[in-house]
């Protein structure tokens, strides 16, 4: 037609995982006061796929992933939680084992809220679902993209399109204030299923085209706008991501 396209920026959500946050102060703390503080070293499983659900999680510090393994042994990373992130409260709703692996990928500390009371603080305050319905949706939605992506781009589309997602999520900044990721090329490979060579291979790619920098073992962020203006606008649906506090 001739027209030029609108170009959507990513929509960035605060609190994406965190649906403790949405409470009532009074919700909160009672929450809180029925909850421990258990700490995990890294490397250590929080729970493993299959297992039974007798508790949820908020991490208070570190950071966790959500994995599965092939019976060829291979890992998928089908998500992460950074500090204030909640997870494990699905099988707690729907009764169903866990569907995932959380590992710790660093030590953490949690606040762990037995089955039990979030069953009671759940048909005691009617928010405590609401809160949840959102959170859920909004990783339905996430999991939409995520879906829509393998089976209709490539693998460069799809690198570039996680960057510009992790760049809000888990972007850093040095000390002259340069923005980059510290995910390696491996975790990389696990959250979208590809070998570590082909994504170096592909971020080798996304180098030549100005918009990252490999150095230091970080991927340095050199134009974030072209990763948006490039790759965000290749399907039809909004493109969401998490933002934290901490973030660039």
């Known amino acids: ?10 929509k960035q959500i605060p609190h994406f995982h965190n649906f403790i946050s949405g409470l009532s102060r009074p919700v909160r703390e009672e929450l809180e006061r029925l909850s421990s503080v258990r ?9 493993r796929q299959g297992d039974p659900a007798t508790e949820m999680y ?3 510090e570190g950071a966790v992933k959500l994995c599965n393994y092939t019976v060829e042994g291979k890992e998928m990373v089908t998500g992460s939680f950074r500090a204030g992130d909640c997870f494990g409260e699905m099988s707690l709703i729907d009764g169903l084992p866990r569907v995932s692996h959380a590992i710790a990928l660093e030590p953490v500390r949690l606040r762990v809220l037995p089955a039990t009371h979030f069953h009671e ?5 009617p928010e405590i679902s609401q809160q949840l319905n959102l959170m859920l949706c909004r990783r339905v939605r996430l999991l939409y993209a995520l ?8 693998l460069h589309q799809r690198l570039a399109r996680a960057l510009h ?3 809000c999520s888990h972007g850093c900044r040095d000390q002259h204030d340069a923005p980059y990721i510290g995910t390696s090329h491996e975790e990389l490979g696990k959250m979208l299923g590809a070998s570590r060579q082909s994504i170096s291979k592909e971020l080798k790619a996304l180098e030549g085209e100005g918009v990252i920098e490999l150095r230091y073992g970080k991927i340095y962020l050199l134009d974030v706008p072209s990763l948006n203006d490039k790759y965000e606008d290749l399907m039809g649906m909004e493109q969401i991501a998490a933002v934290y506090d901490d973030g660039m």
């Open 1 to 10: 037609t001739g027209q030029s396209r609108e170009i959507r920026p990513l």
């Open 39 to 47: 700490a995990v070293d890294r490397d250590q499983a929080i729970y």
């Open 58 to 60: 908020q991490l208070v």
């Open 121 to 125: 603080l759940y048909r005691k305050y």
């Open 147 to 154: 879906s829509e992506e393998a089976s209709s781009l490539n």
């Open 165 to 167: 997602r992790l760049s």
